[in-house]
């Protein structure tokens, strides 16, 4: 009797402890289903039925913005890169009705600005989608022959490099026509109106340095502050040379030697 009850009260003391850590461990989480990308998705893709699959993820854990459907994402583009088994949320799809291209990149009340790489000088083979940078102007006020340099932007995304909106894998470097910024409408103005007056150039900065810096102008006079009267150093003086006079112990004639006879011809 006394080897019956010790085993159901064993029994009993582990069922309770069981349900207790189970309890305590949460038991098993409650999963639903979310779309994932099928394979690796380079941006610009319309996304298609073979780009996509179905897993299932704890309701715990699911990242903000994802999709537990694929067909609400079907024939939506994508903006950015998705890697394979990764999740499609709703930042990375351009919104519905926003079109094609390069337009999807570009943020409400933002602009997409480009400028010719005639007018582009400096870092322009080293700047990739993604980069960020600061335009600097140069040129001549009127009534003013003087010309300045001036910092117009700070801290601007490029949104391509050419036809390009991704950096290439290879982080290879290329010269592009076009190089396009994404800018607000009254910096859009400023870049066009410093292209039109004068020559631009890009100054590339770390991409997590995003501090904006007071900077004036830089003139042609604080490089050479005598730039506008630089004095003409005078000519050197004419200096009259004296012809060399002939040795007095010098013989008037020509030496000659043979073997060891020495004769002077005197003329």
Known sequence: MALGLATV??????????????????GHPELTEIVLASRDLPAGVVLTSDDLKLTAW????????????????????????VGA??????????MQ??????????????????????????????LYPGSRVDVLATFTLPGNTDSITQTILQDVE??????????DPQGKAETENVVTL??????SQKLLLASTQGSI????????????????????????????GIPVPPAPENVNIPAPTPSATEPDGLEIIRGNTRTVEKF
């Open 58 to 81: 704890p309701v715990g854990t699911a990242l903000p913005g994802y999709f537990s459907k694929v067909g609400d994402v079907l024939n939506r583009l994508l903006i950015y890169p």
């Open 201 to 228: 150039q890009f100054v590339l900065r770390n991409g997590v340095d995003q501090a904006k810096t007071s900077v004036g102008p830089t003139s042609l006079n604080q490089l050479l502050p005598h730039a506008k």
């Open 97 to 126: 009705g926003s079109g094609l291209g390069l337009s999807v990149r570009i943020p409400p009340g933002m602009r997409a600005t480009s400028v010719r790489s005639n007018e582009v000088v400096g870092v322009a083979g080293f």
């Open 182 to 187: 994404l800018l607000a409408p009254e910096e």
């Open 9 to 26: 009260l064993a029994v009993a003391v582990t069922i309770g402890l069981y349900r207790t850590l189970r309890r305590s461990a949460g």
């Open 158 to 167: 490029v949104l391509t490099a050419g036809e390009k909106i991704e950096p």
């Open 85 to 94: 088994k990764e999740p499609i949320l709703d930042r990375n799809l351009a």
